[in-house]
């Protein structure tokens, strides 16, 4: 399979707010405010493309897309589709399916920066986003007719000045095993990126309050955990103060009663019981009642001069607003509001939240940045001012942006675990079920970004049993998915309710959680049975989760993957069993909702 380019498209304006204008056909494209030409380069054999724009008058870009039609297959083709943010889903989906959370009908689906295509019999093929990461990009799948087309977009909204050139990102079309091209693009884009995360990084591990009790927790609690932490012994890294200890969204400088201002002081101890202490904070956006909301030309605003509005949190009853962080009285702002939070009170791990808020579109201080890179200079200068011993931890976060500044990253959408212990409201166990799947399939299908880009972090842990299998059965397997995959453990159990049995499978799932951290982890079988998610740790080992309420059978076929394997070349379907070499395939039955294990060997 391969994609064929067929014509490209351009939408622009006068000026950012006036009526939008469009070009379309083949390239290169002309009029009397611009010339649009499409560039196509070889490289390993593998095709790639960008535009290059020159501006004859002073324009607004808004974007550029190039489609074309996918040659070499009439068979029906599924797809990895990419979630625009860190907290969307990781799909897999077939043309009759219709995508999560969007409106588009069965057969059309997005992707953002990459998309991997499979019709089951040709090489897969991928078409992807490169390294640096100055545009957000997306892709549109048309497959419900043949020939199948595909849409690629370049979103640039910034302005281009007369005489100006500006030339887009690239985006590479590759062919072959779509597990082999996904671990390809991590480790190739994350060399070309200053990262900060250096192979042998160990995950930290965090508690933090149960988010559905954020605006109950107060000093004391904090201070219960942390002495039930030091007494029992539990080996944390980091212990945080998540949401709900601010007055008010954007203002920092003080805290709630329930804190009386004492956050310094909690920082200290969390420290002097050998913790990091972790603070939260949404540092992008401000709410009505804050102090920096009336600042003249600190919001974002649209075309009708109106604040951009960056989402509604049902727990702060309160709509948010995206800051203008090219503005720069509000880089220093958040320049000196960082320094105080590291430097001053002492917060050696933050968690930065809702910074999808500073690559919202609207009318910005510098207009000649595009929103990924007015996001990326605005997370490095949150990196220059904590420095480089502060863990930074992410939430929010529009992807690709982030690669090489940040150290954490949640990769699944917020899921908290219940327990009869947790004290935690219940929700609808169908609810339940779907959420944490979801949840599962992120950290699996995202495995390939932990190590390369950042660590992965996903959802809240529950070490407490419930009186329910299903709920106990859910927790097992979502606490496995993130040991197996390497990434950072999140721990919203009330401490000061453990027992023996707790506290020591706490202390055992944290000791394999770093061992397996070592290895590089990547998934697998990304087109194989529905429900059924495929995770390899390189430490050795291959996890297969069955998300299904049924119970499932599957051909485990690993001959596909003998380069990402090596060097094993067997493996052992469960315990007791003998050594299966790669070539052999092997039918597995999964139970409803169960994991297993599968070492490999090298003999």
Not at 142 to 159: N, Y
Request: charged letters at 25%.
């Amino acid at each position: 399979m391969r994609f064929i380019p067929e014509y490209s498209s351009l939408a622009y304006s006068r000026q950012y707010g006036k009526s939008p204008l469009s070009l379309s056909g083949r390239w290169p494209l002309e009029d009397g405010s611009l010339q649009l030409e499409f560039e196509e380069e070889r490289k390993n054999e593998s095709p790639r493309y960008r535009f290059i724009l020159k501006g004859k008058q002073g324009i607004f870009l808004h974007s550029v897309s190039l489609t074309g039609r996918l040659e070499g297959t009439l068979r029906p083709v599924s797809l990895f589709s990419e979630g625009h943010h860190s907290r969307t889903c990781v799909e897999i989906l077939s043309p009759s399916d219709r995508q999560y959370q969007t409106r588009r009908k069965a057969g059309e689906h997005d992707s953002a920066s990459m998309v991997i295509l499979s019709d089951g019999l040709n090489p897969d093929l991928m078409l992807a986003q490169e390294a640096p990461f100055q545009e957000f990009t997306s892709c549109t799948v048309h497959s419900a007719r043949q020939p199948v087309h595909i849409t690629l977009t370049w979103v640039i909204e910034r302005e281009v000045e007369a005489g100006q050139s500006y030339s887009t990102g690239w985006i590479t079309q590759s062919a072959g095993t779509g597990e082999v091209l996904l671990r390809d693009w991590s480790l190739r884009n994350a060399s070309r990126l200053p990262s900060i995360n250096k192979p042998g990084k160990t995950p930290p591990m965090v508690w933090s309050p149960a988010p559905r009790r954020y605006f109950e927790t107060s000093a004391e609690e904090i201070r219960r955990n942390l002495n039930a932490a030091r007494e029992k012994r539990l080996p944390f890294d980091v212990l945080l103060i998540d949401d709900g200890w601010q007055r008010t969204i954007g203002d920092w400088t003080g805290a709630d009663e329930r804190f009386n201002d004492k956050l310094p002081v909690l920082a200290q101890e969390i420290a002097a019981a050998d913790f990091r202490p972790g603070l939260w904070i949404a540092p992008f956006v401000a709410a009505r009642d804050s102090s920096i909301y009336a600042k003249p030309g600190w919001l974002l605003c649209n075309e009708r001069g109106k604040p951009v509005e960056a989402g509604y949190n049902p727990r702060w009853k309160k709509q948010m607003f995206a800051l203008d962080i090219s503005h720069p009285e509000v880089a220093e702002y958040i320049t000196q509001l960082i320094t105080r939070i590291t430097r001053d009170w002492g917060f050696s791990y933050l968690k930065l939240d809702f910074l999808h808020a500073a690559s919202l579109n609207g009318s910005r201080y510098n207009s000649k940045r595009t929103p990924a890179q007015v996001l990326i200079e605005g997370l490095e200068r949150i990196r220059k001012a904590a420095g480089d011993m502060v863990h930074l931890a992410a939430n929010g976060l529009p992807l690709p942006a982030g690669e090489g500044i940040l150290d954490s990253v949640s990769i699944a959408p917020e899921f908290i675990p219940q327990s009869k212990k947790s004290r935690l409201p219940g929700l609808p166990r169908t609810r339940m079920n779907e959420e944490s799947r979801r949840v599962i399939r992120n950290i699996v299908l995202r495995s390939h970004m932990n190590r390369t880009f950042w660590i992965n972090v996903a959802g809240h842990l529950i070490f407490t049993k419930s009186a329910s299998m299903v709920e106990n059965q859910r927790n097992a397997a979502l606490r496995a998915a993130l040991i197996y995959s390497g990434g950072s453990l999140f721990v919203a159990d009330d401490l000061s309710l453990y027992g023996e049995e707790e506290a020591e499978l706490i202390k055992n799932s944290f000791a394999e959680a770093r061992e397996l951290s070592k290895g590089q982890t990547t998934p697998l079988r990304l087109f194989g049975e529905p429900g059924v998610c495929t995770v390899y740790n390189d430490s050795g080992c291959i996890v297969l989760f069955n998300l299904n309420d049924t119970e499932t059978t599957i051909e485990l076929r690993l001959s596909p993957f003998r380069e990402l394997l090596a060097p094993y070349n067997s493996y052992r379907p469960f315990d007791g069993a003998e050594d299966h070499p790669l070539e052999a395939p092997r039918n597995i039955t999964l139970k409803p909702r169960e994991y297993r294990q599968i070492q490999l060997r090298n003999i």
